[in-house]
T-cell receptor, first 110, second 109 residues
Framework: NAGVTQTPKFRILKIGQSMTLQCTQD?????MYWYRQDPGMGLKLIYY???????DKGEVPNGYNVSRSTTEDFPLRLELAAPSQTSVYFC?????????FGQGTRLTVV | ELKVEQNPLFLSMQEGKNYTIYCNYS?????LYWYRQDPGKSLESLFV?????AVKQEGRLMASLDTKARLSTLHITAAVHDLSATYFC?????????FGSGTQLTVLP
């Protein structure tokens, strides 16, 4: 099993550009999460989903959007990228809050 | 709002020594997780603690949970260099995980 797969692994965006971070899991987990990790810090929850068609905001949702049309996929959309969104983004999935993490996407906004 | 505090934030210890990392949290929860993160890597699940008094051990690491004190500990026994990493605790509240800031552990020869 691949587990949680994130693409891309690295990306540089210019201020004001938009992009979608992809996340796919093959473990049939209902719960999926997006976190961001700033240098030397813990993880902050951006959005989460408890099943297809259901999403909810976490601690730091501003500037992001998500959708969950299938159990497997949970893409994260950045609209109008800003330097404050420079971070490492982790997607995770689980049957409940026990989360299994992807390898991360390192995003730099310049 | 749930707050999760870890201490120490940085820990240098010599091989062979013992030490404990503490994780305090501010609201009621009976589900706590410990993760390990190597530099530039993702998070690896170490322990899942699901009830008061839970104790889990794996190799030189032992984790415990006291829900009444809102405290979890991660004890390191006879540290070895391979344990050098950042350790995070994460507390479950309302279907969300709130992470501590992490403890960066360096084991010196």
């Amino acid at each position: 099993n691949a587990g949680v797969t994130q693409t891309p692994k690295f990306r540089i965006l210019k201020i004001g550009q938009s992009m979608t971070l992809q996340c796919t899991q093959d473990m049939n987990h209902n719960y999926m999460y997006w976190y961001r990790q700033d240098p030397g810090m813990g993880l902050k929850l951006i959005y989460y989903s408890v099943g297809a068609g259901i999403t909810d905001k976490g601690e730091v949702p501003n500037g992001y959007n998500v959708s969950r049309s299938t159990t497997e996929d949970f893409p994260l959309r950045l609209e109008l990228a800003a330097p404050s969104q420079t971070s490492v983004y982790f997607c995770a999935s689980g049957r409940y809050t026990e989360a299994f993490f992807g390898q991360g996407t390192r995003l730099t906004v310049v | 709002e749930l707050k999760v505090e870890q201490n120490p934030l940085f820990l240098s210890m010599q091989e062979g020594k013992n030490y404990t990392i503490y994780c305090n949290y501010s609201t009621t929860s009976d589900r706590l997780y410990w993760y390990r993160q190597d530099p530039g890597k993702s998070l690896e699940s170490l322990f899942v603690l699901l009830s008061n008094g839970a104790v889990k051990q794996e190799g030189r690491l032992m984790a415990s949970l006291d829900t009444k004190a809102r405290l979890s500990t991660l004890h390191i026994t006879a540290a070895v260099h391979d344990l050098s990493a950042t350790y995070f605790c994460a507390v479950d509240s309302a279907r969300q995980l709130t992470f501590g800031s992490g403890t960066q552990l360096t084991v010196l020869p």
